[in-house]
């Protein structure tokens, strides 16, 4: 998936002293999760921090109720965050990474020739395919969003094209790619799991990604075509091709840095590693090509890149990135994952995991209790790994006992664990995707 090292995936103990949590006491804080989630959004128009704070300290109150400490609630918390240190830190880095890129000309580069090369027509179903390939080869689609996927959200704002399509065509290929390639950590939990095959995990989940990529590249094409250029797209793109090449200069050594980046993605060298080394990269690129000083490259790390061409549309496209402005994204994460360690450490999850079980009379109603939970997860624990780890746990011997090969389970888990992940805004994929493309 997102380059998280699965040694740092273990779930929350749910060991303390207090009494096991009581099925309507384990949605009290999911409740109160989504009616403050509601109201705020909604009607306030505000922002999501705060809301899943408040429902962290209800999932705290709860856990107090069944005879919790202080100390092992905060435990819990900690717990919880500590999960996702991983995807923090390459959040941080990656905030860096565009903030360098951009003020290099790498991104306008590809911008600026992508413009060139791909029609407003078919744009949304050719970068699906393009980021197929990269997540393909590289088993990240955190990767591939922040690379490739950054250039082209520019290149659709250039084609005057809906950006949320242009993300929604990006995360698609993205999490595909990923999903089918054994390079990825996801797809080798899912199974692990399970207890399947790790390529018989592969060959199965072609059952259901395969025509979901279908369907998703005809209506690209579909889209595509009702938002084909017209007289004020080609307008604009034209202004924006005139914009960056009158204030970056481009060399073809300038894709050094994302081949970087992409090459030790695909030699399964860790992601931060990776990712920092296609920073320094773009530094010394924008140092020997744009005329940058040490003071700017830092300036640009930590409060990102701030564009001047003077036309306002393309300085806000490629005004982005920065150390600073990634911490809304971090905070938005740990409050999330404080809630989700909260839930996991009295153990509020397991009771409701398992109450959904009890529904499960035939083979069809326990794949459902399985997405469902797997889903389920997402919102609330919100971590992908979670959502893998905590049903294959719970659901296997159901599977089991049903004669349904592991291979059934595993296909579930990354059907709905991690596809689902980047559709939460408060999960770590759906916090990431949403900054990195820059789209709400």
Same mark, same amino acid.
Request: negative net charge.
């Given at each position: 998936?997102n380059?998280q090292?699965?040694s740092t995936t273990?779930?929350?103990?749910?060991?303390?002293?207090?009494?096991?949590?009581k099925?309507?006491?384990?949605?009290?804080?999911?409740?109160?999760?989504v009616?403050?989630?509601?109201?705020?959004?909604?009607?306030?128009?505000g922002p999501?921090q705060?809301?899943?704070?408040?429902?962290?300290?209800?999932?705290?109150?709860?856990s107090w109720?069944?005879?919790?400490?202080?100390?092992e609630?905060?435990?819990?918390?900690?717990?919880?965050?500590?999960?996702?240190?991983?995807?923090i830190?390459?959040?941080?880095?990656?905030?860096?990474?565009?903030?360098?890129w951009?003020?290099?000309?790498?991104?306008?580069?590809?911008?600026?020739?992508?413009?060139?090369?791909?029609?407003?027509s078919?744009?949304?179903?050719a970068?699906?395919?393009?980021?197929?390939?990269?997540?393909?080869?590289?088993g990240?689609?955190?990767?591939?969003?922040?690379?490739?996927?950054?250039?082209?959200?520019?290149?659709?704002?250039?084609?005057?094209?809906?950006?949320?399509?242009?993300?929604?065509?990006?995360?698609?290929?993205?999490?595909f *790619?990923?999903?089918?390639?054994? $390079? +990825? !950590?996801?797809? &080798?939990? =899912?199974?692990?799991?399970?207890? @399947?095959?790790?390529?018989?995990h592969?060959?199965?989940?072609?059952l259901?990604?395969?025509?979901?990529?279908?369907?998703?590249?005809?209506?690209?094409?579909?889209?595509?075509?009702?938002?084909g250029?017209?007289?004020?797209?080609?307008?604009?793109?034209?202004?924006?091709m005139?914009?960056?090449a009158e204030?970056y200069r481009?060399?073809?050594?300038?894709?050094?840095?994302?081949?970087?980046?992409?090459?030790?993605?695909?030699?399964?060298?860790?992601?931060l590693?990776?990712?920092?080394?296609?920073?320094?990269?773009?530094?010394?690129l924008a140092? *020997?090509?744009?005329g940058?000083? $040490? +003071? !700017?490259?830092l &300036?640009? =790390?930590?409060?990102?890149?701030? @564009?001047?061409?003077?036309?306002?549309?393309?300085?806000?496209?490629l005004?982005?990135?920065?150390l600073?402005?990634m911490?809304?994204?971090?905070?938005?994460?740990?409050?999330?994952?404080?809630?989700?360690?909260?839930?996991?450490?009295?153990?509020?999850?397991?009771?409701?995991?398992?109450?959904?079980?009890?529904?499960?009379?035939?083979t069809?109603?326990?794949?459902?209790?399985?997405?469902?939970?797997?889903?389920?997860?997402?919102?609330?624990?919100?971590?992908?790994?979670?959502?893998i780890?905590?049903?294959?746990?719970?659901?296997r011997?159901?599977?089991?006992?049903?004669?349904?090969?592991?291979?059934?389970?595993?296909r579930?888990?990354?059907?709905?664990?991690?596809?689902?992940?980047?559709?939460?805004?408060w999960?770590?994929?759906?916090?990431y995707?949403?900054?990195?493309?820059?789209?709400?």
């Amino acid at each position: 998936m997102n380059d998280q090292p699965t040694s740092t995936t273990k779930p929350v103990s749910s060991d303390s002293s207090g009494r096991p949590p009581k099925l309507w006491e384990a949605w009290i804080p999911v409740v109160a999760l989504v009616i403050m989630l509601a109201v705020t959004i909604l009607v306030l128009d505000g922002p999501v921090q705060i809301p899943i704070a408040l429902a962290a300290a209800v999932a705290g109150l709860v856990s107090w109720k069944t005879g919790r400490s202080w100390k092992e609630i905060e435990h819990g918390m900690t717990q919880g965050i500590a999960i996702a240190t991983p995807a923090i830190l390459i959040l941080m880095i990656v905030g860096v990474m565009i903030g360098l890129w951009v003020a290099s000309g790498v991104v306008p580069m590809l911008i600026y020739y992508g413009l060139k090369v791909l029609h407003p027509s078919w744009f949304l179903a050719a970068s699906c395919l393009i980021c197929c390939v990269v997540s393909l080869a590289t088993g990240s689609s955190w990767t591939t969003a922040g690379t490739v996927g950054v250039a082209l959200i520019g290149v659709g704002s250039g084609l005057n094209i809906p950006l949320p399509m242009a993300a929604g065509a990006i995360v698609s290929g993205a999490y595909f *790619g990923d999903k089918l390639s054994p $390079l +990825s !950590d996801s797809t &080798n939990l =899912a199974p692990a799991v399970a207890g @399947a095959d790790l390529f018989e995990h592969i060959r199965h989940m072609m059952l259901t990604t395969a025509p979901a990529l279908a369907v998703a590249l005809g209506a690209y094409l579909v889209l595509g075509f009702f938002n084909g250029a017209d007289e004020g797209s080609t307008s604009g793109m034209e202004e924006l091709m005139t914009a960056l090449a009158e204030n970056y200069r481009f060399h073809w050594s300038l894709l050094l840095a994302p081949a970087l980046v992409i090459t030790m993605a695909a030699l399964k060298i860790p992601a931060l590693p990776s990712l920092l080394a296609g920073a320094l990269v773009g530094g010394v690129l924008a140092w *020997g090509w744009q005329g940058a000083t $040490l +003071s !700017d490259l830092l &300036n640009v =790390a930590q409060d990102g890149y701030v @564009a001047e061409t003077g036309i306002e549309s393309v300085d806000e496209l490629l005004s982005r990135g920065g150390l600073i402005p990634m911490m809304w994204t971090v905070s938005l994460i740990l409050c999330a994952l404080a809630f989700g360690g909260a839930l996991e450490s009295a153990g509020m999850l397991s009771v409701l995991a398992e109450s959904a079980l009890k529904f499960a009379h035939s083979t069809g109603s326990v794949i459902f209790v399985t997405l469902a939970t797997c889903i389920g997860m997402n919102v609330i624990a919100p971590d992908q790994y979670l959502s893998i780890i905590m049903p294959g746990r719970m659901y296997r011997d159901a599977y089991a006992s049903r004669g349904l090969h592991p291979k059934n389970l595993s296909r579930c888990l990354e059907d709905a664990g991690t596809l689902s992940s980047p559709l939460v805004p408060w999960n770590t994929c759906g916090a990431y995707m949403m900054t990195t493309l820059g789209v709400h």
